[in-house]
């Protein structure tokens, strides 16, 4: 399947995520977890960061999110670890589930099948089996909305699944009008760098929207958070950088003061900057509006392929660098 097909196919994966989440049997945990640790990488990671985010402005957990080969030292049986990766056979995902089963952690994966699914199989471990066979990019509706469903089943959070389903619902009623806004906005940045700037709360979405324009479209590009830039980023804008695309995510619920702060920084940017934008979100509450960034965000990154006149779904280095590592020991 093209990545035309798959961005298309997106509120569909959401509405089989939705009843995946809701069908999925989870035990009771054997005691409430001091915290909660995603592992994750890549197109499989991306979830954790965003339900990251989320659930410290809307649960009642803390959690973390590790993308690397190693566990934070505190984690221990005290701890519940949700392995997510779509193969099921990402190395540094393998890496930490062997590291929870030794810290004797609760353990919940999240797979299409691989190694991962075989593991927890073997050691009694909840798996929530997700499709495969397309790219891990092209499926986090599947893992993020597991994610979810994993919190709201242990009342870490409320009415996630349903706010994934208002979402769904906008962008199949508003398909058309998410197509004309990511043409415009891809046009305006295929052949610039793209520079993100959002408020704190939805770094998240930043990253998912960079990471696609990286994989997709095939830009370097990079991202930022408001208000911490302020403290530094923000004097690198001392000379004009007309290669550059500023682009401002903006959302009803940014503190004031951080909407003050991204107000006072596109003045300063947009005489600096080659091209600026100012994007506003849609949705009635975070979640519903983390999705419509999502959603919006994939679409650019597929109009930039196009104009760029790139293939959207090729990752040759990507693949050359996992050749490579498998040949060391």
């Given at each position: 399947?093209?990545?035309?097909?798959?961005?298309?196919?997106?509120p569909?994966q959401?509405?089989?995520?939705?009843?995946?989440?809701?069908?999925?049997?989870?035990?009771?945990?054997?005691?409430?977890?001091?915290?909660?640790?995603?592992?994750?990488?890549?197109?499989?990671g991306?979830?954790?960061?965003?339900?990251?985010?989320?659930?410290?402005h809307?649960?009642?957990?803390?959690?973390?999110v590790c993308?690397?080969?190693?566990?934070?030292?505190?984690?221990?049986?005290q701890?519940?670890?949700i392995?997510?990766?779509?193969?099921?056979d990402?190395?540094?995902?393998?890496?930490?589930?062997?590291q929870?089963?030794?810290?004797?952690a609760?353990v919940?994966?999240?797979?299409?099948?691989?190694?991962?699914?075989?593991?927890?199989q073997?050691?009694g471990?909840?798996?929530?089996?997700?499709?495969?066979?397309?790219p891990?990019?092209?499926?986090l509706?599947y893992?993020?909305v597991?994610?979810?469903?994993?919190f709201?089943r242990?009342?870490w959070?409320?009415?996630?699944?349903q706010?994934?389903?208002?979402?769904?619902?906008?962008?199949?009623?508003k398909?058309?009008?998410?197509?004309?806004e990511?043409?415009?906005?891809?046009?305006?940045?295929?052949?610039?760098?793209?520079?993100?700037?959002t408020?704190?709360?939805?770094?998240?979405?930043?990253?998912?929207?960079?990471?696609?324009?990286?994989?997709?479209?095939?830009?370097?590009?990079w991202?930022?958070?408001?208000?911490?830039?302020?403290?530094?980023?923000?004097?690198?804008?001392?000379?004009?950088?007309p290669?550059?695309?500023?682009?401002?995510?903006?959302?009803?619920?940014?503190?004031?003061?951080?909407?003050?702060r991204?107000?006072?920084?596109?003045?300063?940017?947009?005489?600096?900057?080659?091209k600026f934008l100012?994007?506003n979100?849609e949705?009635?509450?975070?979640?519903?509006?983390?999705?419509?960034?999502?959603?919006?965000?994939?679409?650019?990154?597929?109009?930039a392929s196009?104009e760029?006149s790139?293939d959207?779904?090729e990752i040759?280095?990507?693949?050359?660098?996992k050749?490579?590592l498998?040949?060391l020991?």
């Amino acid at each position: 399947m093209q990545m035309l097909s798959l961005i298309e196919a997106f509120p569909k994966q959401l509405a089989e995520a939705i009843d995946i989440a809701r069908s999925s049997t989870l035990h009771d945990l054997k005691f409430t977890p001091q915290h909660v640790v995603i592992s994750g990488l890549g197109g499989s990671g991306i979830g954790g960061s965003i339900v990251a985010e989320y659930v410290a402005h809307e649960g009642k957990i803390p959690v973390h999110v590790c993308k690397e080969y190693h566990l934070p030292a505190w984690v221990n049986e005290q701890s519940l670890v949700i392995l997510s990766s779509y193969s099921g056979d990402t190395e540094e995902t393998l890496s930490t589930f062997h590291q929870a089963v030794e810290r004797k952690a609760q353990v919940i994966c999240i797979s299409s099948g691989g190694t991962i699914s075989k593991l927890a199989q073997e050691h009694g471990f909840d798996l929530i089996q997700i499709p495969g066979g397309n790219p891990p990019r092209a499926c986090l509706g599947y893992s993020l909305v597991q994610l979810l469903g994993i919190f709201e089943r242990y009342r870490w959070i409320e009415n996630a699944l349903q706010s994934v389903e208002n979402a769904r619902q906008h962008m199949v009623e508003k398909a058309a009008s998410y197509q004309r806004e990511a043409e415009s906005i891809a046009k305006a940045i295929a052949f610039s760098t793209p520079v993100i700037y959002t408020c704190a709360g939805y770094e998240g979405i930043a990253i998912r929207f960079r990471q696609q324009l990286n994989e997709n479209s095939k830009m370097l590009c990079w991202h930022h958070v408001i208000p911490e830039m302020n403290h530094n980023e923000l004097v690198g804008w001392a000379d004009k950088n007309p290669k550059i695309a500023a682009l401002f995510f903006r959302n009803d619920d940014d503190f004031y003061r951080s909407a003050k702060r991204m107000d006072i920084c596109l003045t300063i940017i947009s005489s600096k900057a080659g091209k600026f934008l100012e994007v506003n979100s849609e949705g009635n509450n975070r979640l519903e509006r983390m999705l419509y960034w999502i959603h919006l965000g994939d679409w650019i990154s597929w109009y930039a392929s196009v104009e760029r006149s790139v293939d959207a779904m090729e990752i040759n280095v990507i693949n050359r660098l996992k050749a490579e590592l498998s040949n060391l020991q």
